[in-house]
T-cell receptor, first 113, second 113 residues
Framework: DAGVIQSPRHEVTEMGQEVTLRCKPI?????LFWYRQTMMRGLELLIY????????DSGMPEDRFSAKMPNASFSTLKIQPSEPRDSAVYFC???????????FGPGTRLTVT | KNQVEQSPQSLIILEGKNCTLQ??????????LRWYKQDTGRGPVSLTI?????NTKSNGRYTATLDADTKQSSLHITASQLSDSASYIC????????????FGTGTRLLVSP
């Protein structure tokens, strides 16, 4: 099993640009989570999908952030426009079902200058 | 407000020594408590998971304890190895209709030769 796959691993962009982060969950998992990790705040849940449907997006910081899951094997997190305070590591995780163990991807390190 | 606090923030120990990491939480309603290990540049990996009724769980040289009355948990590492150098994150699962994870900011452990 390849595990959760995220791309890109690193992204450097200028303020105001659009950024798209991608995630491929583990095959057969029906729950997908996007997290953000910073030194100050640690890991925070941004959004949770179950069977491709967003269940909880209360952690999405503001309207500049959006996430989609068009099918069971792909999800995107988009930031438009990006700001320096969005610089963080963004993790995608998936689980077999709600309440089961979550498996994290390697993360995307985003730097907005 | 759901919170998970960890101590110490960082720790340096000599290879072969034991150490104990602490976690205090205030969450409701409590579902379970997990300890994750996060190597530099990687996503978190689960070490242990304990429900309300469990007060100890081991995974090799890692032993976690849970006191649900005082809302405290600890992670004990025995005979530390250089590969134990990582961040250890205490995570409490809150049942809010789905199991939402609340993360501590972690303890950064460095095992020195």
């Amino acid at each position: 099993d390849a595990g959760v796959i995220q791309s890109p691993r690193h992204e450097v962009t200028e303020m105001g640009q659009e950024v798209t982060l991608r995630c491929k969950p583990i095959s057969g998992h029906n729950s997908l989570f996007w997290y953000r990790q910073t030194m100050m705040r640690g890991l925070e849940l941004l959004i949770y999908f179950n069977n491709n449907v967003p269940i909880d997006d209360s952690g999405m910081p503001e309207d500049r952030f959006s996430a989609k899951m068009p099918n069971a094997s792909f999800s995107t997190l988009k930031i438009q426009p990006s700001e320096p305070r969005d610089s963080a590591v963004y993790f995608c995780a998936s689980s077999f079902a709600q309440g089961y163990e979550q498996y994290f991807g390697p993360g995307t390190r985003l730097t907005v200058t | 407000k759901n919170q998970v606090e960890q101590s110490p923030q960082s720790l340096i120990i000599l290879e072969g020594k034991n150490c104990t990491l602490q976690c205090n939480y205030t969450v409701s309603p409590f579902s379970n408590l997990r300890w994750y290990k996060q190597d530099t540049g990687r996503g978190p990996v689960s070490l242990t998971i304990m429900t309300f009724s469990e007060n100890t769980k081991s995974n090799g040289r890692y032993t976690a304890t849970l006191d649900a009355d005082t809302k405290q948990s600890s992670l004990h590492i025995t005979a530390s190895q250089l590969s134990d150098s990582a961040s250890y994150i205490c995570v409490v699962s809150v049942n809010t209709g789905f199991q939402k994870l609340v993360f501590g900011t972690g303890t950064r452990l460095l095992v020195s030769p």
